[in-house]
């Protein structure tokens, strides 16, 4: 039998609950009041859009959870807690709502950030997961501050998780890369890893910063249009991991899904010069004058102009 | 043609923002540090689970909200903004979501409660609305300060909306009673009002509060169980309204729906011996020892009792 209501809520989420919580008593949380401004984000995840319905459950969750603590990493920000409100199908069972509470619990420990709050619902839809994070924001990092000069960084591999959807929707065109590229990629898909290390790089030099959930080429556009500015790009300079370059190798058209695809979750952030990036941050590229898109060049220096996020080279 | 994600926020959702959502760029909102501690509150709502698909869009937008900022009311809490996570079914329109941002502005103002962020996503399923609500609260008030001997109080009349919800389900139960009754208990099921007027009774003299969502036979359940004691309530100190005393004498089977019933938005709350009520708040019961369910009296004084919520006459 299923739990009811208050049962699914004392023995799933109860364990993840922070003293803000009030037991989960209240519908309302109550937090302490805070010494510096307060990063909120929200995020949605709708199975079938964001996720699919037979992932596992302990993913699912992680993944809700992370891409809301992905946003507050590229703030500066410290997470303190998050709500989760979640609307479960008519075919949800306790063992799947077990491991899917188990997954999140986890990550709220590994990233010190209880659950204060939330709701349940049933749908007759698909699952659907709504969360809200809150951070501590000593020095919040915009998105609009990048200005004429500024160097134009990236935290880490991009287009990972791009070619991890690509390959699950399109598996014949992933069979030449090894079994150990499509594992790494598969991976990137399904958890994010929220750069939440970098805070102090972010905080001690960043003009501006964002997370990467809608593709590189999207986001920077965002990036420049919030500031005012445009930039400049080189694709060369743009950091792969092995699998990627194994991928790009065999399928150099997989350029388009990797520079425009989502989920990176990595940061992408401008800095003045003369910040010297520590290992793992790639320097690629400059921002410029102007309102335009950005130029993303190739090797040969011709520009790859991308309209609106989507892959047109010239 | 339908407006794509960016122009959807900058037409809609830009008008309802205030300074902390940082003109909705930056998929994170920063509060400024804020004075006391932070109420915070999430709920999620489901068209065709709590509310009808086809009810006008400017008050679905407006329940959603006020579900919300009812349950910052019942802790004595200053609304100072919220989020909306929102996911469109595949059918929706720009006329659709202009008219529910139109509803939401509405309140927005009203409430001083700016937009602050949020997320928008499409589903297959139903249209499904997730907000988080902030508030400033310098003295929160729990579910679990009930003690031996303190008053039971309900701000308003108690029902309404839960007849407005069966009328919808079940008109011909209702062909007895006047239009004017008819639509005074469909407009409260429509639309709550959440009594953010009540902070200053509440703050000064509540012991315990929560807001009635869930039928307040159901709701004082949690709320005596949260403080570890019983109830006892006279059903007919509980305030009625003229539409819901018109339907109870016609049908007095009904009262089981008023009781058990939710959408009520009022407040429960409970105070030590010697607090006088303010016109419009009903004295319907008094906190007493043991860990039992409360017990609803009727007008001979005979028990009622309702097991979880549910109504059974002895």
Redesign the interface.
């Known amino acids: 039998m299923r739990f009811c209501e208050d049962d699914l809520i004392a023995n799933f989420f109860l364990p993840l609950a922070g003293p803000?919580a009030?037991?989960l008593?209240?519908?309302?949380?109550?937090?302490?009041?805070?010494?510096?401004?307060?990063?909120?984000?929200?995020?949605?995840?709708?199975a079938?859009?964001?996720f699919f319905a037979d992932d596992p459950p302990e993913l699912i969750a992680q993944k809700a959870l992370r891409v809301n603590l992905s946003?507050?990493a590229?703030?500066g920000?410290v997470p303190v807690g998050f709500?989760?409100?979640?609307?479960l199908p008519m075919d949800w069972t306790n063992d799947w709502l077990g491991r899917f509470a188990g997954g999140l619990a986890q990550d709220a420990q590994e990233f010190a950030t209880p659950l204060?709050?939330?709701?349940?619902?049933?749908?007759?839809?698909?699952l659907?997961i709504?969360i809200?994070a809150?951070g501590d924001?000593p020095r919040?990092i915009?998105?609009?501050g990048a200005a004429l000069g500024d160097d134009i960084y990236v935290s880490g591999p991009i287009g990972d998780a791009a070619l991890g959807l690509k390959l699950r929707q399109d598996p014949a065109r992933f069979e030449q890369i090894s079994m150990q590229a499509r594992e790494a990629i598969l991976a990137r898909y399904l958890l994010p890893h929220p750069r939440l290390d970098l805070r102090g790089v972010l905080r001690g030099f960043a003009t501006a910063a964002?997370?990467i959930?809608d593709g590189l080429i999207g986001d920077l556009a965002?990036l420049t249009r919030?500031s005012g500015v445009s930039a400049e790009v080189a694709i060369a300079d743009i950091p792969f991991s092995a699998a990627a370059k194994q991928a790009l190798s065999l399928d150099p058209s997989l350029l388009e899904t990797v520079l425009t695809g989502g989920d990176d979750y990595e940061i992408l952030f401008t800095c003045g010069q003369g910040f010297t990036p520590p290992p793992g941050i790639s320097r690629i590229g400059q921002i410029t004058a102007g309102s335009g898109a950005p130029l993303f060049k190739d090797a040969s220096g011709g520009a790859c102009v991308f309209p609106s996020g989507s892959y047109r080279h010239f």
């Open positions: 803000a009030l037991g008593k209240d519908d309302t949380a109550l937090m302490t009041a805070r010494p510096y401004p307060l990063a909120v984000t929200a995020d949605m995840l709708v079938g859009v964001h946003d507050l590229a703030k920000a709500l989760l409100s979640i609307a204060i709050g939330g709701d349940t619902s049933s749908t007759p839809g698909p659907t709504a809200t809150l924001a919040f915009a998105r609009s964002m997370d959930s965002k919030a």
